[in-house]
């Protein structure tokens, strides 16, 4: 009932008099379903009751909600809201989105139509899309910044493979990359080789036309990996308190970071099945969706358990975390570097970079100061390439020092 959720006998008789009433009810029980705080809830319904009341003036019908949504919306970045005066204002139609939403799902509103996607715009792009998933193995999130990027070249050159030339793919790459840092320029020209590489395969252009893709400058492995230092690490992980929802799951997620070196994504994907109790592991999906069991250390599997008995909210879904903040989902990779990014904050912690990665820089840089050799550090971090965990060899300065040579005709420092 909407008097469980509003207290306030105004706004309750307004809303089951205005044009939502006949929703309202089930529309207060789905925020508490999606996680909403009690006070928020009445606070959206209470902003809701202000555009209900400005369609009543406005003499929109019962189905209008989303044409009243825009006129409101257009009418308010035109004149703003009058002050002391009871009309909408920007929480009651972010109040009113989340009635659009609910009434969406009942199927009382139509689907909101949806941007065509670039599989979907170009018929090439989906073929490419199906071909890269089925035969190089690349993860959703990834054919989707590659994904991009064929867009824009197809845009630019067309439709038809067979007009491509080498001078028009090389000028595409340059222009495409003018302005963006390295790694960005690498991901664009990575883009249109694999794109240039499924044309060719199908037989839809020849095979030598990826060579004209211009190679991006960098010296590999030039830079010494950014990381934590233990004490940092561990002021890190204090900062994270089991005291709340949020602490308990803040701590989950950056001893996974931390400890095992799992990327962001990694964590934000883990689902219940990669959790093997029995035998103390957990099974991580990587690029290239390879699968691999890690051991799973005490500390960490402690952490994940409380937070599942005491922090985890109840929502049927198979990933292991979920935001805090209604409307409740799991999480996201970006969500995952958020994590971090705050904790670093309350730690007071001056960091290289604020990224989830700088975690797994950290764990591959204790992992080697205890010892640990850099095969083992490959295994753990499910490194294809040697020269990646080659990276982390740069770390131990102390030893790098001793094995330094003088400059020829110069004295040793």
Not at 302 to 316: S, V
Request: proline share 5%; net charge positive.
């Amino acid at each position: 009932m909407l008097e469980d959720h509003l207290k306030l006998a105004n706004p309750c008789r307004r809303l089951r008099s205005g044009p939502v009433g006949v929703y309202v009810d089930d529309f207060a029980e789905w925020l508490r379903e999606r996680g909403y705080r009690a006070n928020t809830r009445s606070f959206m319904l209470r902003s809701l009751a202000s555009w209900t009341d400005w369609l009543a003036e406005r003499s929109f019908s019962d189905g209008d909600f989303v044409a009243g949504y825009e006129a409101c919306r257009a009418e308010l970045s035109e004149h703003g809201r009058v002050r002391y005066q009871r009309s909408p204002n920007r929480n009651a139609l972010a109040a009113a989105a989340a009635l659009i939403r609910f009434l969406r799902e009942r199927g009382v509103v139509a689907a909101a139509q949806q941007p065509l996607t670039p599989s979907e715009r170009w018929p090439l792009l989906k073929q490419f899309r199906t071909w890269m998933l089925e035969h190089n193995g690349v993860t959703p999130s990834t054919m989707e910044r590659y994904e991009r990027y064929a867009a824009d070249f197809v845009e630019a050159l067309g439709v038809v493979p067979a007009h491509y030339s080498a001078a028009a793919v090389r000028g595409f790459v340059i222009t495409r990359s003018d302005g963006h840092r390295v790694k960005t320029a690498q991901l664009i020209a990575t883009a249109t080789c694999s794109f240039l590489r499924f044309l060719a395969a199908t037989g839809q252009c020849s095979e030598g036309l990826r060579h004209a893709v211009p190679r991006v400058a960098a010296y590999q492995l030039a830079a010494t990996p950014r990381f934590l230092e233990p004490e940092e690490l561990e002021k890190l992980i204090g900062a994270c308190h089991d005291e709340d929802e949020a602490g308990l799951r803040d701590r989950a997620v950056i001893l996974l970071l931390a400890r095992l070196g799992m990327r962001a994504s990694e964590v934000a994907e883990l689902s219940f099945d990669a959790l093997d109790w029995h035998n103390g592991r957990i099974a991580v999906c990587g690029k290239a969706r390879r699968h691999q069991w890690l051991p799973l250390p005490q500390q960490v599997g402690d952490t994940i358990l409380a937070y599942l008995r005491r922090g985890r909210p109840t929502l049927p879904v198979p990933q292991v975390f979920i935001s805090v903040l209604a409307p409740r989902r799991p999480m996201t990779r970006h969500a995952v570097s958020d994590v971090v990014r705050g904790a670093l904050r309350r730690a007071g912690i001056k960091a290289p970079n604020h990224g989830a990665h700088l975690l797994r820089h950290s764990a591959a840089t204790a992992m080697l100061r205890t010892g640990v050799s850099l095969n083992g550090v490959a295994t753990v971090l499910r490194h294809r390439s040697p020269n990646t965990s080659a990276h982390y060899a740069k770390v131990d300065f102390d030893l790098l020092g001793e094995i330094a040579q003088p400059w020829p005709g110069v004295d040793s420092c």
